[in-house]
Structures are given as structure tokens and as C-alpha cells.
């Protein structure tokens, strides 16, 4: 007998007549996201072939240099999501304000935020990259416009989140949190579909691997420089050193340290005092998957989901992985040990 195959589609649809309440907005919202995905994923396959590759001549919000694939899936992502009436608003990190849904379409309830493309200064060096998406229910009244209040809430408010990677294969990885999960889909080019292929996912609650770029050491408040020296010195009773694996693409170190443990950090520093990854499209999301897989997320200090957004490009610090290893950092942040 052969393996039951479960697609995307089947998996929410099953998920969703857990409540009796939906309405399949949200099925019609994911499968969106998904289409977007196989845009995206077909195109980082050719971009050496298309001409996608390089940068154009625009920088975005942040000041980055925008490249070519960057503003395709960016574009992409808009184009997906803003006609079938699910959406009430959207954000991402390559605009300075909110994506209003045009007037001829009809207004949905959700909100959602995204990163078109994490990890994109990597893309000419064929390195992997990935979308990251998180999901709202919308705080302003039914029938509006979105608008920025939409936007601005705290990562625990999230209804679902997830990303996508594009690498050797391309897989999408999702949670709507509150004990359903976290799950894993490969997209199988044959069927061109989403395949289960990673269920249940769980973060180790301890590993051996950390993920950080460590030119920046200089740069570093004091105590995140002693938890490195820590973690790097020799002691087999504690398990020491740590393996560095750091790719330099967030969702691509997050990926592998969700599916074998370990931590990401990327702390504040003198050149980037309030951090450097972006709340809403970055941290936010990937916090709620790893906390729905069992892990920890931090600014080194507060929860991140529990963090009351002030502006959509808001940069904070991030301390994100498995739990033990994220409460050691917090423990060095405190001051309560130096070694």
C-alpha cells in the first residue's frame, strides 16, 4: 500500500474542520502564500538563466540595495495576496508604509506582513534565501481599508506564521500556533505541489551548534563577548566547544537549527544599537514557529512575541533556538554569570 500523500491544501483543510467556525478564508489565504512560493522558488532556480540576478538601480526602505529577485518576489507576493479578498492591508520590509488592498478588490479580514526575500545580498552566490509571512487578524472594524494599527501588534497576536526556503529543495514551513505545530511541506516539482514531509517538528531543547557572524565581536556589549568565549571553549563535562554553522541568511540558520537544535543570535551592537532584524517581518515570525516547536526567542531580555510594535521598520535583537541555549545567553545579558 502506498504512503498517503498529503499536500498543503489537504493538511489545512483537515486542520480546518477542527473549527466549526471557518469559513476557509484562511485555507484560500494559505494556498495565495503557496502560489506566490512556486513563483518565487521558479525563479530563484533560473536566475542565473533569466537575468534575475544583480541589483537594480532603487534602494528600499532600509537603505539596502535592492536586487533584481528581491523586487520579483516582493511584486509577487503583492500580486498574490491583494485581490481575493482576504486581506484588509499588508507590510513588508522593501516598502516604507503599509500595501493597501486597491479599491476593485474586497476586503478581507487578515493582515499580513512579510520579508519578500531573507538573505537576498547571498543571491548571487547561490545561496540560500527564503520568504518569511506572518498572519493577523485585523483590529479595526470590518469592511475598511487596513490600516498601520492592523499592522503594529504584538508576535503573540499572530494567527499563523511561516517561511519558505529556497534551496536544494524548496520547503515551506508553517504554524498557526496554540499546540497544532509546527509542519513542514517539500515542494515536489512533478505534482508541483506542496508535500508533507516534515510533520510535527520539534527544536531540541539543547544542541552543539550556534549561529552568529562573529566580525562583529568588537562591536558587542560585554557580556555577549563572554557568552561566545564561553561556548567556544573546550569542556566535554558541559558538552563544549559549540559548532559554528552560520550561513548569513536568517531563515536559512533558523531552518537548520529548528530541525537539529541550536541557537541564532544576532545581538545588539555599537553599530547597531537597537538591533538589526526587523520585528514584524522577521523576528516576529520566526519566534512564533519556534516557540509553537518547542523553542525560545529573545531580545536578550523580553520575550519577543511579547513586544508592542511602536513603527513597521522597527529593529530589535534576537536571541532564537533551542530553550536551554537561549536562557543561558539571558543569563549572561543579566549579568548572572560571566562564564
Not at 132 to 147: K, Q
Request: proline fraction near 5%.
Amino acid at each position: 500500500m502506498s504512503k498517503k500523500i498529503i499536500t498543503l491544501t489537504r493538511h489545512i483543510i483537515e486542520e480546518q474542520r477542527k473549527f466549526p467556525e471557518a469559513t476557509g478564508k484562511f485555507t484560500d489565504l494559505m494556498n495565495d502564500i503557496a502560489f506566490a512560493a512556486k513563483l518565487i522558488s521558479y525563479h530563484t532556480n533560473k536566475a542565473g538563466l533569466m537575468d534575475i540576478l544583480g541589483e537594480t538601480a532603487e534602494t528600499n526602505v532600509q537603505g539596502e540595495v535592492v536586487k533584481k529577485l528581491d523586487a520579483f518576489a516582493n511584486e509577487t507576493m503583492i500580486n498574490a495576496l491583494d485581490h481575493g479578498g482576504h486581506t484588509c492591508v499588508m507590510a513588508c520590509e522593501e516598502e516604507e508604509d503599509i500595501i493597501p488592498i486597491p479599491d476593485q478588490y474586497p476586503l478581507g479580514k487578515y493582515v499580513v506582513l512579510f520579508d519578500p526575500l531573507d538573505g537576498s545580498s547571498n543571491i548571487d552566490a547561490n545561496v540560500s534565501v527564503g520568504t518569511i509571512f506572518s498572519i493577523y487578524t485585523r483590529v479595526t472594524p470590518d469592511g475598511r481599508p487596513g490600516t498601520v494599527e492592523d499592522c503594529l501588534q504584538p508576535g503573540v497576536k499572530q494567527v499563523c506564521a511561516g517561511y519558505v526556503i529556497y534551496g536544494s529543495s524548496t520547503m515551506l514551513v508553517y504554524t498557526t500556533g496554540n499546540g497544532h505545530g509546527v509542519h513542514g511541506f517539500t515542494l515536489d516539482p512533478s505534482y508541483g505541489e506542496f508535500i508533507l514531509s516534515h510533520p510535527n517538528i520539534q527544536i531540541p531543547k539543547k544542541a552543539k551548534i550556534y549561529s552568529v557572524n562573529e566580525s562583529n565581536f568588537d562591536f558587542w556589549d560585554q557580556s555577549i563577548k563572554n557568552y561566545v568565549h564561553y561556548i567556544k571553549q573546550i569542556d566535554k563535562a558541559t558538552g563544549r566547544p559549540m559548532n559554528s554553522r552560520y550561513i548569513g541568511s536568517m531563515v536559512s540558520d533558523v531552518h537548520r537549527n529548528l530541525l537539529y537544535g541550536g541557537i541564532f543570535l544576532y545581538p545588539a551592537s555599537s553599530k547597531a544599537p537597537q538591533g538589526k532584524l526587523r520585528l514584524i517581518y522577521e523576528a516576529n515570525p520566526m519566534a512564533f514557529i519556534v516557540e509553537a516547536a518547542g523553542g525560545k526567542a529573545s531580545d536578550g531580555k523580553n520575550r519577543i512575541l511579547d513586544i508592542k510594535p511602536e513603527k513597521l521598520h522597527q529593529r530589535v535583537p534576537l536571541f532564537i533556538g533551542s530553550e536551554e541555549d537561549v536562557t543561558m545567553v539571558e543569563e549572561f545579558i543579566a549579568g548572572k554569570r560571566t562564564k
